[in-house]
């Protein structure tokens, strides 16, 4: 069964940080474009970042240039969303999925993670 399992997610201070692991099963991920979206409390779910097959990335939200960063190790099947400096705005659900291209539309993702929490407060 092909399915993406994120992890890391968690409690943290602001100024704090997280690195969020996506870890695909049943399929090989490393042919697809693997993004990241987050949807924060009463709010529409949106891209954050997104790495394609080539290791090219895109960028999405203008508030968390230069505090996060996404990679991939297409040894462990899997794609990272490092996340420093955190502030309370960055409390959301945070959600991975795959694409042949990475796009800000979600329609073009087929495969999608759970989700993981991540929380900033004192």
């Known amino acids: 069964q092909e399915q993406l399992v994120e992890s890391g997610g968690g409690l943290v201070p602001p100024g704090g940080s997280l690195r969020l692991s996506c870890t695909a099963s049943?399929?090989?991920?490393?042919?697809?474009?693997v993004g990241w979206f987050r949807q924060a409390p009463g709010k529409e779910r949106e891209a954050v970042l997104c790495?394609?097959?080539?290791?090219?990335?895109?960028d999405y939200i203008d508030s968390v240039k230069g505090r996060f960063t996404i990679s991939r190790d297409n040894a462990k099947n899997t794609v990272y969303l490092q996340m420093n400096n955190l502030t309370p705005e960055d409390t959301a659900v945070y959600y991975c999925?795959?694409?042949?291209?990475?796009?800000?539309?979600?329609?073009?993702?087929?495969?999608w993670g759970q989700g993981t929490q991540v929380t900033v407060s004192s």
């Open positions: 790495i394609s097959d080539g290791y090219y990335i895109s």
């Open positions: 999925a795959s694409a042949a291209a990475c796009s800000w539309r979600e329609v073009w993702f087929d495969y």
């Open positions: 049943g399929f090989n991920l490393e042919p697809h474009a």
